[in-house]
C-alpha cells in the first residue's frame, strides 16, 4: 500500500477517504498520527485553503498529502457563507447556531437555491508544481425546518428536490452516490489510478 496523510482530523472524511482509496492500494493516515497541527485556513476560495492544508501536510510528514475544503454557497446570499461554512455564526463552531443564522438570513426571500461544494486538493510532496485538483457540487434548496438525523451541519436544511428529502434523511450510500464529496472523490481515484 502507498502511504499518504489527509491533512485533516475529522474522522468521518478519514473513514470516507480510506474506503475509496483502499482499492486502488492507498492507505490513508491522518495527519494527528504524525502531531501534525492544524493547518491556517486564510483565503477565499475553497482551493486556495485545499491546497494551503496539502502542502502543510506534506511539509511536516514527507508523505503525499490530501486535504479538502467545503461547504454551502447559497444563490440569494452571493455565494456565502462558502469558506466560511463551518464559522459562519463565528466561534466557537456549531452547526446549530450555522444553521439558525442561515435560515434568519434567508428570511422572506424566495430564491432558496443552494449547492454544497467540494474540493480535493492532492500534493505527491510540499512543493508539487502540478497538484490533481478535483470538484463535486450538490445542488439543493434550503428549508426553513430541519428534517432527518443523519449527516451533519446544514444537511438538515439541505432539500434535494428530486428527491423531496433533506440530506440529513439520506442513508449514507444515497448520500454518498450524490454528494458534492463523492462525485470529487470518485474523480479523485481516477486521477489517482493513472498517476501510479
Known amino acids: 500500500m502507498k502511504r499518504i496523510v489527509l491533512a485533516s482530523n475529522n474522522p468521518g472524511k478519514l473513514r470516507e477517504f480510506a474506503q475509496m482509496l483502499a482499492p486502488i492500494g492507498i492507505e490513508v493516515l491522518p495527519q494527528a498520527q504524525f502531531c501534525v497541527p492544524e493547518a491556517e485556513e486564510p483565503h477565499i476560495t475553497f482551493v486556495e485553503n485545499a491546497l494551503a492544508k496539502a502542502r502543510h501536510a506534506a511539509r511536516l510528514t514527507g508523505l503525499p498529502a490530501l486535504a479538502d ?27 446549530e447556531r450555522n444553521n439558525q443564522k442561515l435560515v ?72 454518498n452516490a450524490r454528494s458534492h464529496r463523492g462525485k470529487a472523490l470518485r474523480q479523485l481515484v481516477e486521477r489517482l489510478k493513472l498517476d501510479t
Open 104 to 175: 434568519a438570513e434567508l428570511a422572506g426571500k424566495t430564491d432558496r437555491r443552494a449547492h454544497y461544494v467540494a474540493v480535493l486538493v492532492f500534493v505527491r510532496h510540499a512543493e508539487d508544481p502540478q497538484p490533481i485538483i478535483c470538484e463535486g457540487e450538490w445542488h439543493g434548496e434550503i428549508i426553513d425546518t430541519p428534517r432527518g438525523s443523519g449527516g451533519f451541519g446544514y444537511d438538515p436544511y439541505f432539500l434535494v428536490p428530486e428527491l423531496q428529502r433533506t440530506a440529513a434523511e439520506l442513508s449514507a450510500e444515497e448520500k
Open 69 to 95: 475544503d467545503s461547504g454551502i454557497c447559497v444563490a440569494a446570499l452571493g455565494g456565502a457563507p462558502g469558506v466560511f461554512s463551518a464559522r459562519y455564526a463565528g466561534e466557537p463552531k456549531s452547526d
